[in-house]
Nanobody, 118 residues
Framework: QVQLVESGGGLVQSGGSVRLSCVAS????????LGWYRQVPGKQRDVVAL???????TYADSVKGRFTISFDNAKNTVYLQMNKLKPEDTAVYYC????????????WGQGTQVTVSS
């Protein structure tokens, strides 16, 4: 069973920065995609950022220029660097992974809360 474990969430002031990390229990060398989603109560889970094995990135319009997704193969870890945070960035952030040899299966972390105070 693959596990994704997020860390790095917490309380931060508006304009501040936070870096989220997500460690996979399986090598990410053959990933199809890694990413971060976020969800607030009563709303659907929305994509924040995605990255492919070739490091092609996609960002939600609301975070472009502020957030950066990256990964480290040696550490089986995907990161989300979040800068210039806004109160509307407050959400539970979920790590996501899909492997190229198991493309129909999406894996999720347990989520980490990020709260941005105004």
């Amino acid at each position: 069973q693959v596990q994704l474990v997020e860390s790095g969430g917490g309380l931060v002031q508006s304009g501040g920065s936070v870096r989220l990390s997500c460690v996979a229990s399986r090598s990410i060398f053959s990933i199809n995609a890694l990413g971060w989603y976020r969800q607030v109560p009563g709303k659907q889970r929305d994509v924040v950022a995605l990255i492919s094995s070739s490091s092609r990135t996609t960002y939600a319009d609301s975070v472009k220029g502020r957030f950066t997704i990256s990964f480290d193969n040696a550490k089986n870890t995907v990161y989300l660097q979040m800068n210039k945070l806004k109160p509307e960035d407050t959400a539970v952030y979920y790590c996501y992974a899909r492997w190229s040899y198991d493309p129909l299966m999406a894996y999720w972390g347990q989520g980490t809360q990020v709260t941005v105070s105004s």
